[in-house]
């Protein structure tokens, strides 16, 4: 069985943005704008995602 994948990719900037969404952001993998991850869809990484979806986009 194969573990779903979500692909996250930032697509706004961090500046002037609360800490803690920063850090939320570099929990889910990514470092600069245009960077992507693929995560396993876990409640915790969806949690983390909803958070801070303004500046993601998020595919699969």
Do not use: F, W
Not at 31 to 37: D, I, K, T
């Amino acid at each position: 069985m194969a573990d779903k994948k979500v692909k996250v990719t930032l697509i706004k900037s961090l500046i002037g943005t609360k800490q803690s969404h920063r850090a939320t952001v570099k929990g889910l993998g990514l470092r600069r704008l245009n960077s992507s991850a693929e995560l396993v869809d876990t409640p915790a990484v969806r949690g983390m995602i909803n958070k801070v979806s303004y500046l993601l986009k998020c595919e699969g």
